[in-house]
Nanobody, 122 residues
Framework: VQLQASGGGLVQAGGSLRLSCAVS????????MRWYRQAPGKERELVAA???????NYAESVKGRFTISRDNARNTVWLQVDSLKPEDAAVYYC?????????????????WGQGTLVTVSS
């Protein structure tokens, strides 16, 4: 499984971006898709997740501002990021968990894409 993230860029605080993750395999067979982010000097953190049934989970810091969705026909997962804050600036990574998972945790092998950089100016 190969993942290609895109859509990052420079945006002013309060602005929006739509990040996309194109998946090389049919995402109908992927149990859990997740977006992570990593800011300089910080650990990678889970931002949002969506399972094969469309159930979503969000980090508290992005609830109400970020929306994850999946387009099974296009094998793409989206992350709509609105009302961006300077603290949202990071490299955003998509992750695929085709196998077993528990909640937002992948308990099988997972796959990572390269990141896409989001920069927020204040």
């Amino acid at each position: 499984v190969q993942l290609q993230a895109s859509g990052g860029g420079l945006v002013q605080a309060g602005g929006s971006l739509r990040l996309s993750c194109a998946v090389s395999a049919s995402i109908l067979n992927i149990s859990l898709m997740r977006w992570y982010r990593q800011a300089p000097g910080k650990e990678r953190e889970l931002v949002a997740a969506i399972n094969s049934e469309g159930v979503t989970n969000y980090a508290e810091s992005v609830k109400g501002r970020f929306t994850i969705s999946r387009d099974n026909a296009r094998n793409t997962v989206w992350l709509q990021v609105d009302s961006l804050k300077p603290e949202d600036a990071a490299v955003y990574y998509c992750n695929a968990c085709p196998g077993a998972f528990a909640g937002v945790r992948c308990v099988s092998h997972d796959y990572w894409g390269q990141g896409t950089l989001v920069t927020v100016s204040s």
